[in-house]
C-alpha cells in the first residue's frame, strides 16, 4: 500500500505531499492541471527513466519519495532479502533527478538501480491507463493476463529455463554444423602447416647452437691460423712458455729443499705448470679440427633458413612452434571427432525436447482449463458494467510450428511455451466472437480492461492498482457501473483513480484535487485533499463546468450521499470473490 507520494520540483510541482487512504483514492482536476504529473511521479520511484524534462524549470534537481506499506507480502520481502534491503514492514523509494537528466535511485537509503525498481514495481503497484486500454487489443499482451490469473507464472518460468538450456545446445549445434561445412577445407590447411612444422621438427635451443657452429665454419681459417699459433707458443716452438715455466718450477723446487716455506709456492707453480700444459694440448686439438666445411655450413644455412620460416609464421620463438604444433595437431584431432560430437548434441537436444515439451503441454492445458474460468469471468464484470449481452472467449491456439527448430506437436517452442492467446468478444447476442483489436469501441475497452482488473484483482501481488483515466468514451449509466466496480476492486486493493467524470469520483474514500497557477513566469501544480463543502464544490465542477450554481451543487451533494449510501451496502455484503477463479 501506498502511504505517502512527496514531490519536490517535479515538472510543474513545485512541492508536493500526497498522503493515500487504504480504500478508493480519486484525483480530479481540469484538463492539463497536471494529474498525468502524479502518476509521472509515481512511475518514476517505480524505476521509470529519468530525464531532464522532469526537472521544474529554474530547479537543480527532481526528487520524488514513496513510503510504502509491504507488511504481508512474503514475496516482496524476499525480494527485499535478495537485494539487501531491510524493510520492517517499510518501503522507502526515493529518486533524483539531475538537470543533465541523470537520476539516482535509492531503496531504503541503499543505492540502488532502476532496474532493481522495475523488478519490485509488480509487487507494489498496477497501472491500468487508456494507453493500456489499447495494449489490450494486442494479443501479445494476453498471455501474460491469462498466466497471471490462473497464477501459471512458475511452471512458465520452469518452462522457460528448460527451453533456455536446449536452445543453447540447438546453437552449438548449429556452430558445429557450420563449422563442418568448412571442415574439408579447415583439415587441409591444418594438416599442411602439421606437415610443415613435421617436416622440420624444430628441437629446443637447436637455432642458437646452428647459429654458433656456423659462426665457427664461417671463420674456420682464421680460427686455425690463431689457435696454431698459441699452440706453437705455448708448448712446440723456441722459446715456449711451457719450456720456459717448466725451468722456473724446477729452480723453484730447488728453492723449496732449501727452505721449506717455499714449498706451497713451488707447489702452485706446478700446478699452474700442469693447466698451461693441459690448455696447449686443447689448443693444439682444436687447431687440428678447425678446418673449412662448406658442405655443413651450407647444410646449417638450410636448416637455419627452414627454422626461420617457421618462425615466421608460428614464432618468434622455437618454443612458440612447438606450442603452435601442439594447438593444430589438437584441432585436427577434433575436426576428426565432429561427427561424434554432433551425435551426443543432438541426443542432449532430443532429451531437453522431450523434457520442455512435456511441461509445454501441461502449461497448455492449464492455460486452457484458465481460459475457460477467465472467459466467463470476464464476461459476467462486462454484464455488471452494462455489457449484459457480451460474450468472451479466451482463444488458447498453438503457435505456428513452419520455419522453426524446436516443435512440440506441430506447435513451436519457445520460453513462454507452445501457446498463442488471444481475447475475443462477442458484444452482443447473435454475433460470433472476434478478436477484440477488431470489435470493442473505445468505451468497450475501457470496460473490458476494468472487467479484467477486476477479475484478477485477487489474484495480482500488488498492493495499489492505478487507474489512469480508463473512463475515457464512456458516461451515463455505463460510468455509475465503472465507479461502483472500481469501488470493488478497492475492497481487494487500495486504488488511485485518476477521472473527469464526477459519477466515479463520488464513491471515492479520498478525493484529490489538481490544480494550476501562475506565478510569475512558473507554472505550479498543486494538490489537496477536498473534504465537505470543498469537495460538492469539486463534483458540481465537474458535473457542471466553469459555472457553478445551486443546482449543480444540489446535484453533487445528492450523488456523494447516493454514492456513499451503495458502499455502505456494498461494504455491509460478503466480499465478492473473482467468478470462476483459477485455482
Known amino acids: 500500500m501506498l502511504v505517502a507520494l512527496r514531490v519536490k520540483n517535479f ?27 502524479v502518476v ?24 520524488v519519495e514513496a513510503l510504502f506499506d509491504v507488511t504481508g507480502s512474503e514475496q516482496l520481502a524476499t525480494a527485499l532479502d535478495a537485494a539487501g534491503v531491510s524493510s520492517g514492514g517499510e518501503l522507502v523509494i526515493r529518486r533524483v533527478v539531475q538537470q543533465n537528466g541523470r537520476s539516482r535511485a535509492y531503496l531504503n537509503g541503499r543505492l540502488c538501480t532502476a532496474g532493481e525498481l522495475q523488478a519490485l514495481a509488480s509487487e ?95 671463420h674456420a681459417g682464421r680460427l686455425r691460423e690463431l689457435t696454431e699459433h698459441a699452440a706453437a707458443r705455448l708448448d712446440q716452438g723456441e722459446h715456449a712458455i711451457c719450456d ?25 707453480l706446478d700446478g699452474l705448470f700442469s693447466e698451461l700444459r693441459e690448455i696447449a694440448r686443447e689448443v693444439d686439438r682444436y687447431a687440428e679440427r678447425a678446418e673449412a666445411n662448406p658442405s655443413r655450413l651450407s647444410e646449417i644455412e638450410d636448416r637455419m633458413y627452414r627454422l626461420e620460416g617457421l618462425l615466421r609464421q608460428h614464432g618468434p620463438t622455437i618454443d612458440d612452434v612447438i606450442a603452435a604444433r601442439s594447438r593444430i595437431a589438437t584441432e585436427l584431432e577434433g575436426l576428426g571427432n565432429v561427427e561424434t560430437k554432433l551425435e551426443a548434441l543432438e541426443h542432449e537436444r532430443d532429451r531437453l525436447l522431450r523434457v520442455a515439451g512435456e511441461r509445454a503441454r501441461q502449461l497448455s492445458q492449464k492455460r486452457r482449463e484458465a481460459g475457460e474460468k477467465l472467459g466467463a469471468s470476464i464476461g459476467g464484470e462486462l454484464a455488471d458494467l452494462g455489457m449484459g449481452g457480451a460474450r468472451v472467449i479466451v482463444d488458447v491456439a498453438p503457435l505456428s510450428g513452419e520455419r522453426s527448430e524446436l516443435v512440440v ?13 488471444e481475447f475475443l468478444i462477442a458484444p452482443n447476442k447473435g454475433i460470433e466472437p472476434r478478436p477484440l483489436r477488431k470489435i470493442a469501441s473505445g468505451g468497450e475497452l475501457s470496460r473490458a480492461l476494468l472487467a479484467l482488473k477486476r477479475t484478477l484483482a485477487e489474484s495480482g501481488p500488488a498492493g495499489l492498482y492505478v487507474f489512469d483515466e480508463v473512463d475515457a468514451g464512456v458516461g451515463g449509466v455505463v460510468a455509475d457501473k465503472i465507479g461502483r466496480a472500481i469501488a470493488d476492486v478497492a475492497r481487494h486493493h487500495q486504488v488511485l483513480c485518476i477521472t473527469h467524470l464526477a459519477t466515479i469520483a463520488a464513491f471515492a474514500d479520498a478525493h484529490f484535487v489538481v490544480s494550476k497557477q501562475v506565478d510569475g513566469p512558473i507554472t505550479k501544480s498543486t494538490v489537496k485533499r477536498v473534504e465537505g463543502k470543498d469537495r460538492v464544490a469539486e463534483v458540481a465542477r465537474m458535473l457542471a463546468g466553469a459555472k457553478v450554481g445551486p443546482s449543480a451543487l444540489k446535484a453533487a451533494s445528492e450523488m456523494l450521499d447516493e454514492a456513499k449510501a451503495r458502499s455502505a451496502a456494498v461494504a455491509a455484503s460478503p466480499k465478492r470473490g473473482a467468478k470462476g477463479r483459477a485455482s
Open 409 to 421: 506437436d506441430g506447435a513451436r517452442l519457445g520460453r513462454d511455451g507452445i501457446d498463442r492467446v
Open 244 to 268: 720456459e715455466l717448466a725451468k722456473l718450477s724446477k729452480d723453484l723446487r730447488a728453492a723449496a729443499d732449501l727452505d721449506p716455506s717455499l714449498e706451497a709456492t713451488a707447489n702452485t
Open 40 to 63: 509521472g511521479a509515481l512511475s518514476l520511484v517505480l524505476g521509470g527513466r529519468g530525464n531532464a524534462e522532469q526537472v521544474r524549470p529554474g530547479a537543480d534537481e527532481a526528487e
Open 124 to 218: 507494489l503497484c498496477d497501472v491500468a491507463s487508456q494507453h493500456e486500454s489499447v495494449a489490450l487489443t494486442d494479443p501479445s499482451t494476453h498471455l501474460g493476463y491469462l498466466d497471471r490469473f490462473g497464477r501459471l507464472s512458475t511452471t512458465r518460468e520452469a518452462l522457460a529455463a528448460e527451453v533456455e538450456k536446449l536452445e543453447k545446445v540447438v546453437a552449438e549445434i548449429r556452430e558445429v554444423r557450420e563449422a563442418e561445412r568448412g571442415r574439408v577445407e579447415r583439415e587441409a590447411f591444418l594438416g599442411f602447416q602439421l606437415q610443415g612444422i613435421d617436416t622440420v621438427s624444430p628441437q629446443p635451443g637447436e637455432l642458437e647452437e646452428l647459429a654458433a657452429e656456423r659462426q665457427r665454419l664461417r
Open 11 to 37: 515538472v510543474l510541482m513545485d512541492s508536493l505531499e500526497l498522503r493515500l487512504e487504504p480504500g478508493f483514492n480519486v484525483l480530479t482536476g481540469e484538463t492539463g492541471a497536471g494529474k498525468s504529473i
